[in-house]
């Protein structure tokens, strides 16, 4: 997922900082004299930290998902170590007699995914009052 993903952030991160590198207060501090060094860690950094915490989070969730499909598949990590998808299709099986062995889990996953997209919504909105 990290090597897939990569390419995407990384083309998010240039086009921030190509974006917040034309600013005025970028050319304030050159025409300060401030070095590249300055520049980067005290006015772009902190300007692009708002969307990539905001990508951040939105990418955990997008890979929770992912696993628990994959986990569901039978394509996830090995039958030792459990997880949410192969949880929930253990659970499938008796979801005639007994709902909640595929709810419980299934609950789990859509609230830890929901909880990971309002995080970064309202990072989001925290960032937009600066």
């Known amino acids: 997922m990290v090597f897939v993903n ?13 974006d917040i590198k034309s600013r005025d207060y ?21 300007n692009a930290r708002g969307p990539l915490i905001v990508d951040f989070c939105l990418r955990i969730g997008y890979t929770t998902i992912l696993l628990g499909t994959l986990g569901f598949f039978g394509l996830g990590v090995s039958p030792e170590s459990p997880d949410w998808g192969s949880t929930i299709d253990k659970g499938r099986k008796l979801l005639s007699l007994y709902p ?11 609230s830890l995914v929901l909880g990971l997209n309002l995080l970064a919504d309202g990072l ?3 960032s937009l009052k600066d």
């Open 100 to 110: 909640h062995p595929a709810l419980v889990p299934a609950i789990a996953l859509m």
């Open 26 to 46: 970028v050319s304030a501090a050159q025409t300060r004299g401030e070095g590249p060094w300055y520049i980067m860690l005290w006015e772009i950094l902190p």
């Open 6 to 18: 990569a390419p995407t952030v990384f083309r998010i991160t240039r086009g921030l900082t190509m």
């Open 124 to 126: 989001r909105e925290e």
